[in-house]
């Protein structure tokens, strides 16, 4: 399923990173409440737009995290879990929601560069995780990309 849709654009046609970075802010909040609620994801979408202070993010790229995350979270375990250095099980749930994020990213978004969707990622760990989370995200994501390129990264 295709959960993909049209990015918002500037005035140059170029995608807005601050927004981006703004909603995946978001969506790393939203997919945490996936995470613990199992609600709807669609509802928690509607609610976050509804009710957060959203107007700075990308609301079409948020949407499409959320969703997109949700609905592929097995195969997006299955593409980080062999790089984790404890069971999936034990994975604190911000770890777990910011490494399917980038995960998802990575496999889903080729042409946003991997060196963003991983910096993104530590900086989603040092705003919302532990404290050597950013740490352990960083060396997740990037064995993951040397695993899908090769050894090579891009």
Do not use: C
Not at 80 to 95: E, G, I, N
């Amino acid at each position: 399923m295709n959960t993909r849709k049209p990015r918002q654009q500037t005035a140059e046609g170029d995608i807005d990173p601050g927004r981006r970075h703004k909603a995946r802010h978001f969506a790393l909040q939203a997919v945490y409440e996936w995470q613990l609620s199992g609600n709807e994801p669609g509802e928690i979408v509607t609610s976050f737009i509804a009710e957060q202070p959203m107007q700075s993010a990308d609301h079409d790229y948020f949407r499409e995290l959320v969703m997109g995350v949700t609905a592929r979270a097995g195969v997006l375990d299955a593409a980080f879990s062999p790089y984790l250095s404890r069971p999936l099980a034990d994975l604190d749930q911000v770890d777990k929601a910011i490494l399917r994020i980038g995960a998802y990213e990575l496999t889903e978004h080729p042409e946003v560069p991997f060196r963003v969707v991983i910096n993104e990622a530590i900086m989603l760990a040092k705003a919302f995780a532990g404290q050597d989370s950013h740490k352990f995200v960083n060396g997740v994501l990037d064995k993951l990309v040397r695993a899908r390129d090769g050894g090579l990264g891009q």
